[in-house]
Structure formats: structure tokens, C-alpha cells
């Protein structure tokens, strides 16, 4: 099978790491692309997946070509190989969270293959992945939050843009690939709901508040108003200063530009906002069910872990406002701990 791999010099893990940071590039292989077209088109997955999955099993290439294990891809690897490629990575630092996505990413790409009838078995099955440290969300607090939205001030074009940015962020729970890819088809003012395109390009419906729609009304007019029909993107629902659609990129750096404009952390994100959405309405009482199908999880364990925020919140509050929360034993008090035979 045709393979080009551009040489890098230096060793084997110096071109890894090159292909880390460009690796498309680098490899130019006909099953890594028949591959990614078939998750875009068929799996209907995202771009931003689809591309790490492409970024993942080209750094592979890069490693089997540079140890001399060209010939063995994808034909005849195995599990073995597999295993040395993801023990090269544990041996670099590369983060467990990165090593699962290799992972997934070469099981998917080995499944894909058994279905076309060119292998039998899946080689990156017997790959074990690494335990993941489950992280609690971040989030701000009901009175960051009302400090962040207050933050885009001025009446200009980019002021009211972005207070309607983040009113819909927090308004809706959306993740910023969705803000981004929202048409102006997209928004139903009377109704005041959304439609919401999430991963794998699922569509949901979601409700929109009332401060979030006067911000919508008021953005809608400046861009209506300031667009240019001949340059401008006329589905996009949010604009850059260009007439463009805005990335995901430019939505990150504005929110935190703004959290740091309030003196909140810089690390503040689109992200963050939707972490907050969430909490909030679980420590105000909604149905875990109902916050599922509002943040488009596929799975209540992906929601079940906002519930553990909330527990530690209800520990805290309950630790300050009660009154015997907090009294200390006495010196000398034993604690009676039941013995293994009763």
C-alpha cells in the first residue's frame, strides 16, 4: 500500500512530535481519508472530532514508519504493536485524556475496516484505556455570572454582539461549535426556543430566556442594519467585524477577555458558561432528565456529574449555616467504631 511519510531527521520521536502539531501534512495515506470522510458523512460526526481522529492515527503512521513497521500498516497489526505505540506515548507525558482519544480513535478506525471486509479483528480492542481523573466542572457563581453578562457594555455593533453572545451561552447551555454554527433559520423569537445542531450533528430544541432574546432582538437589528449583502455570510446568525461567521476560536478569547475585564480567571470559557448554566439549574431544583435533554447528552452518567458539584455545594452550605455543624468533639471523646465480629 502507498504510504508517503515526509522525513523529519532526528529520530523517530522528533518526527512524532512534529507530526503532533501538523501531522496531516506530514502522511499522506488513502485509508486515513476514506476513513474521515466516512465519519463526516456517514457517522455524521464533528469536524473537531474528526479531525484529532485524523491527527491521532497519522501520528501513528508516523511512528510504524519511523521504527520500521511500515509494511504492517493497517494489514497486519497487531495488538502488540498497538500497545507500543500507546506505551511510546505514556513514555512522553502525553496526558491520559489524549492517550484515550488515540485509542478510541484506532478502534474506530480498525471496526471500519472489519465492516469493508479488509481485516478480521480489531486490534486496538485489547488496548486498555487509561483510567481518566474525573475533573468536577467548573463553574461561576450565580453573581460571576450576572458580572460577566454586564461586562460587554456600549451600544456599538461588537458590544451588543457580544452581550448577546453571552446571554445565549448561559441561556441555553450551548457548547461554542453550536453558537457558532447557529443560522439565523435557527432561532425562533415568537416561540423563543433554538434549534441546536451538537455532536454527531443531532438536532435539539432549546428554550431561550427573556433576557437572552431582548439581547438577540437588539443584535438582530445592528446586523440586519450594518451588513453587507454582497460580502456578508447571510445565514450566519453571529457576524465578525468582516461579515463572517465567527470561530470558536474568537468566541473563547472574547470570554475571556471579558471574565478578566470583571476580574474573574482568564481560564473562564465558553465552556465554563455552560458548566454554570447547568449547576444552576440543578441547585434551583430542575430534573436531572430534564438538564440531559437541555445540554444534548446521550448518556445521564455525562449530566450525573453536575449532581456531585450540587452535593458538595449542599455540604458547604450546610457546614456554614447550621448550628451544630461545625461544634467540635470533646478532648478525650472516643469514637466507637463496630468490631468485625458483631
Not at 478480521?120 to 481518566?132: D, S
Not at 467585524?241 to 478578566?260: D, E, K, N, P
Not at 476580574?263 to 449547576?279: D, N, Q, W
Request: charged share 25%.
Amino acid at each position: 500500500m502507498a504510504l508517503a511519510v515526509r522525513s523529519h531527521g532526528g529520530g523517530c520521536w522528533q518526527g512524532f512530535e512534529r507530526a503532533y502539531v501538523s501531522t496531516l501534512n506530514d502522511v499522506a495515506h488513502p485509508e486515513i481519508g476514506n476513513f474521515l470522510r466516512y465519519l463526516a458523512n456517514e457517522r455524521n460526526m464533528s469536524e473537531h472530532t474528526t479531525r484529532n481522529y485524523g491527527v491521532d492515527l497519522a501520528q501513528f503512521v508516523v511512528w510504524l514508519t519511523e521504527s520500521g513497521q511500515v509494511e504492517l500498516f493497517p494489514w497486519e497489526i497487531t495488538n502488540l504493536i498497538v500497545r507500543g505505540f500507546m506505551a511510546q506515548l505514556d513514555e512522553n507525558g502525553i496526558s491520559k485524556q489524549t492517550m484515550a482519544r488515540k485509542v478510541a480513535a484506532m478502534r474506530s478506525f480498525y471496526k471500519y475496516q472489519i465492516k469493508r471486509g479488509l481485516m478480521q479483528a480489531n486490534p486496538a480492542l485489547g488496548v486498555r484505556t487509561p483510567k481518566l481523573d474525573k475533573k468536577l466542572p467548573v463553574f461561576l457563581t450565580i453573581e460571576e455570572m450576572e458580572s460577566l453578562l454586564a461586562a460587554p457594555g456600549g451600544e456599538t455593533f461588537i458590544g451588543v454582539r457580544d452581550r448577546a453572545i453571552i446571554e445565549l451561552l448561559y441561556s441555553a447551555g450551548l457548547r461554542s461549535f453550536e453558537l457558532v454554527g447557529l443560522d439565523c433559520d435557527d432561532l425562533d423569537l415568537n416561540r423563543q426556543v433554538l434549534r441546536t445542531r451538537g455532536k454527531g450533528m443531532k438536532e435539539r430544541i432549546n428554550p431561550v430566556g427573556n433576557y437572552a432574546i431582548k439581547a438577540l432582538i437588539e443584535y438582530i437589528g445592528l446586523r440586519n442594519a450594518r451588513r453587507d449583502k454582497a460580502k456578508s455570510d447571510i445565514r450566519a446568525l453571529f457576524l465578525n467585524f468582516r461579515g463572517q461567521r465567527l470561530t470558536t476560536r474568537s468566541i473563547r478569547r472574547m470570554i475571556s477577555s471579558y471574565a478578566l475585564q470583571v476580574g474573574l480567571s482568564p481560564e473562564v470559557s465558553p465552556h465554563t458558561l455552560r458548566h454554570s448554566f447547568a449547576t444552576h439549574l440543578l441547585q434551583r431544583g430542575a430534573d436531572l432528565r430534564v438538564v440531559q435533554e437541555l445540554l444534548g447528552h446521550e448518556n445521564i452518567s455525562t449530566t450525573q456529574i453536575y449532581t456531585h458539584v450540587t452535593a458538595r455545594e449542599m455540604q458547604a452550605v450546610y457546614e456554614e449555616a447550621h448550628p451544630r455543624a461545625q461544634v467540635g468533639l470533646e478532648t478525650g471523646f472516643e469514637i466507637l467504631t463496630e468490631s468485625k465480629s458483631a
